[in-house]
């Protein structure tokens, strides 16, 4: 398998939510460090999920991932920490809020033990602060896997309009967008983008070969939301008939925002800092009860294996 580093380019889009971070440990020998280390577990997910979505617009950079391989179940390594698990073909996770630096990006086979034998990369990712992002493990159009890293635009959009943005990264010749059966799109190659503030609706979107109208992808309906960032990935291979769609989107480019730009990989976000902090409070709860029924039920199953 070919290794492709990434490209400089930079190229535009966004999203909301978190990536779960997640290590690899040794088994545990005793029931009680079982229990312990699940209870822990769900703490470090609260406190290792980065700064609070009303601060990431100044503090931090956020970055979101796409799995564009077909048929190659993998995991993604970041500075050599296992951050996503079993990511499958068409998933797409994130953001997650770094603070801004160089990044490196593994992408290993599934059952890999470490990011020593990477399958892409390792790939440096500059990420500057306030900055969206978006990498994604994709095919090049000789088939060849490959990544590329897109920053996302989160410019203001006029009163009902939406943005609609287009990236090629499938296995394909150059490409037209069609809405409604017309060219919207003319020519777009991998791994190029292009973008359109439109009208807020439903488009009846489709690809086909460049200068053709014959569909390869679609038709589709594609929602396009007012002041939302609605981006359409084509990928996958055209001559292992697998390419598919996948859509980001990214809310919160009112001509009057109410709050930091947020959402994606179909997740409904808020722009409502009252409620952006109810959440992190409420899942702060729920991680110390974790922990706490955790330890409980360690108690009890020491306790029953020393009565036996």
């Not at 088994?27 to 209870?39: P, Y």
């Not at 006029?158 to 499938?170: F, K, N, Q, S, W």
């Not at 690809?207 to 569909?215: C, E, R, S």
């Not at 990214?250 to 409620?275: F, Y």
């Amino acid at each position: 398998m070919h290794v492709h580093p990434i490209g400089p380019f930079i190229r535009k889009e966004v999203v909301s939510g978190k990536i779960r971070p997640a290590n690899r440990g040794t088994d545990q020998e005793d029931t009680m460090k079982k229990f312990i280390a699940a209870g822990i577990g769900a703490g470090a997910l609260v406190a290792l999920s980065g700064l609070a979505p009303a601060n990431a617009a100044e503090d931090a950079a956020m970055l979101s991932v796409l799995h564009g391989v077909p048929g190659l179940t993998v995991d993604v390594y970041v500075n050599d920490e296992l951050t996503l698990d079993d990511f499958e073909p068409g998933d797409l996770a994130g953001p997650l809020e770094l603070a801004a630096g160089t990044y490196s990006v593994a992408i290993t086979a599934s059952d890999a033990a470490d990011a020593s034998e990477p399958v892409i990369g390792p790939v440096d990712l500059p990420l500057e602060a306030g900055g969206n992002y978006t990498a994604v493990a994709n095919l090049d159009a000789d088939g060849n896997p490959t990544a590329n890293l897109f920053t996302n635009d989160v410019s203001e959009i006029a009163a009902g309009e939406g943005r609609l943005t287009v990236r090629h990264v499938a296995a394909a010749p150059a490409v037209d967008v069609l809405a409604g059966g017309e060219a919207v799109i003319t020519g777009l190659a991998n791994p190029d983008e292009q973008s359109l503030d439109l009208p807020a609706g439903t488009v009846e979107a489709s690809v086909a070969a460049a200068g053709t109208t014959d569909p390869v992808l679609g038709p589709a309906p594609v929602d396009v939301a007012e002041g939302t960032l609605t981006i359409a990935y084509a990928w996958g291979s055209l001559e292992d008939d697998t390419l598919a769609l996948a859509v980001q989107t990214v809310t919160g480019m009112h001509s009057s925002p109410d709050g930091v730009p947020a959402g994606a990989a179909g997740l409904v976000a808020t722009n409502a800092p009252e409620r952006v902090v109810g959440l992190w409070a409420a899942a702060a709860i729920a991680a110390l009860s974790v922990i706490a029924i955790a330890a409980g039920a360690a108690r009890k199953a020491v306790s029953a294996r020393t009565e036996r």
